[in-house]
């Protein structure tokens, strides 16, 4: 009876939530952005992204002052719909003047400064590639209207392309060649789903969800169980579709946040920054574990005795994995729904309807249990594919390569381990096609096999057993545990690269502008 009583509490305060947040209307706009800077790759400059402003001499940029006319008379700047439909207006106001935002996309420079703010992933994504390359950042994440639509936004001035192209790394021979590989797969129709696959997939989770609700009172361990495997289940459904940019993913957005309590929201904005700067110190929240477990030896100040014996504890965090999930999901959609993200209420409502058939359905001696069951199982698979093979301290720009050295596929030995795994024992595979459906995986091993020898990626293709990467990944724990701690190791949340997206800041290359009507009018007298 206690049980129920509390399944009722929880019932009750969902359904409150769901009053409250149904009637949140104020807009609570993004915090505004620090400037900072950095040591990377391809920049050192600083930016700040308060207000997209910045002082700049061209003069010092350019030899002999080239390009100092272009960039100081009559500054103008961009404003952009949801759409990415473009005017030009005056770059100052009566009090700043507003520089360019630049990314490059398949070779061209865009000025996306008028368009950041209705970017539907936030403007953080398009703060982080400022001055850089965002092709592959571009191709991998978007629908193919998107991916036509920041065609439609204006070119960066010529001054600006200047002296970004000699600044910025150029394409590498194998990024090059993955955009041909990526042109030929659209080509071929990898990307399209195969519905008698989803049809399976998602009849077993229907089932395993029904036969948990059914054994629940009866046989309370083994609808924990099932209840573990539909929560670990509908989390490898949700991902695919969450990914997904086709007709049929998009309807199912939601899916992970109704059958899992996991909302797009905010997987999109964690997830999807893993993907880009994968194994990036600093950045990759996915490998900023500590204090609870470290892959890579601490700094002395970032250090904390639990270390010393993480390779025998790992699983207590690993179980919570799921749990915490569950934490930030809420959080983040509360903030999403008060900023009126788009579509935030349609996932409120799948979170609500989620937890309102889980507490009803599941007593907690079942549901409790089985979050953090499917939490083990869930870091199991997730974690091993990267944390045993390169870290990076400064920011990649061969994102291809990057990935190669950066991932690896378990190699499964029955059909359940196929199952269970959802499609992560084909990691590179997804890394460098997110978007793709997850059944079209095993196909293009051979193909990336190949890519990977042909272009001499160091590494080349990387993959082990299903239990051989378990022990690779529980020995590294081992290994840092018994190390000594380096002084000037860094920081996982912010020191390498500052955390940018995570903190709100912008370490990429330096914008060139105006910080006010003065300094616009003395530069253009000069």
Avoid at 151 to 162: F, G, M, T, Y
Avoid at 478 to 494: E, I, L, Y
Wanted: net charge negative; aromatic share 12%.
């Amino acid at each position: 009876m206690m049980f129920h009583n509390t399944n009722n509490v929880l019932l009750s305060l969902v359904i409150g939530a769901a009053v409250v947040l149904e009637g949140v209307q104020g807009f609570a706009p993004r915090a505004g952005f620090a400037a900072t800077s950095t040591s990377t790759s391809t920049s050192t400059h600083s930016r700040s992204n308060t207000a997209r402003f910045v002082a700049v001499d061209p003069t010092s940029v350019l030899p002999n002052g080239a390009g100092s006319s272009r960039l100081t008379e009559e500054p103008t700047a961009w404003d952009c719909d949801d759409e990415a439909n473009c005017v030009e207006v005056p770059a100052c106001d009566e009090q700043v003047c507003r520089t360019s935002l630049d990314v490059r996309i398949h070779g061209n420079w865009y000025d996306l400064s008028g368009w950041r703010k209705g970017h539907p992933a936030g403007a953080h994504w398009i703060d982080w590639y400022d001055g850089r390359d965002a092709t592959e950042v571009m191709d991998g994440f978007h629908s193919a209207k998107g991916r036509g639509m920041y065609q439609r936004l204006p070119k960066s001035k010529d001054a600006v392309v200047e002296i970004l192209e000699a600044t910025t790394a150029k394409d590498s021979s194998t990024q090059i060649a993955f955009r041909e590989l990526r042109e030929q797969l659209e080509t071929d129709g990898w990307w399209e789903r195969d519905m008698v696959q989803e049809a399976k997939l998602l009849g077993i989770w229907v089932a395993l969800a029904v036969s948990a609700a059914v054994t629940a009172h009866s046989l309370p361990p083994l609808s924990t169980f099932l209840l573990a495997l539909t929560m670990t289940n509908a989390g490898w459904l949700g991902h695919d579709y969450i990914h997904g940019v086709d007709d049929f993913a998009f309807k199912l957005r939601n899916f992970a946040a109704a059958a899992a309590g996991l909302g797009p929201t905010w997987w999109s904005d964690k997830h999807n920054k893993h993907h880009a700067l994968t194994n990036e110190i600093g950045v990759d929240e996915d490998i900023a574990t500590d204090p609870f477990l470290y892959p890579y030896v601490p700094s002395p100040e970032n250090d904390t005795p639990l270390r010393k014996i993480q390779h025998w504890v790992f699983w207590i965090p690993f179980s919570a994995l799921f749990a915490l999930w569950r934490i930030d999901t809420m959080k983040v959609i509360v903030g999403a729904v008060e900023e009126k993200r788009p579509d935030a209420k349609k996932e409120l409502w799948a979170l609500l309807a989620h937890y309102a058939v889980l507490f009803t359905c599941f007593p907690p001696t079942v549901w409790i249990p089985a979050t953090f069951l499917s939490g083990l199982m869930s870091a199991l698979i997730v974690t091993p594919t990267h944390q045993s093979d390169e870290f990076f301290e400064e920011y990649q720009p061969d994102w291809v390569q990057a990935q190669f050295m950066s991932t690896r596929n378990a190699v499964t030995t029955n059909p359940f381990s196929e199952w269970l795994w959802g499609g992560m024992q084909y990691q590179l595979e997804h890394h460098l096609f997110p978007s793709m459906p997850r059944s079209k995986y095993p196909a293009l091993r051979g193909i990336l096999q190949e890519f990977a020898e042909k272009n001499k990626i160091p590494g080349g293709y990387r993959e082990s057993g299903e239990f051989e990467i378990l022990y690779m990944n529980w020995d590294l724990y081992r290994k840092v545990a018994q190390a000594d701690a380096v002084p000037g190791s860094p920081n996982s949340r912010g020191e390498a690269q500052l955390g940018a997206i995570n903190l709100g800041l912008s370490p990429a290359a330096a914008g060139f502008g105006l910080t006010n009507k003065e300094t616009a009018s003395a530069s253009a007298s000069k």
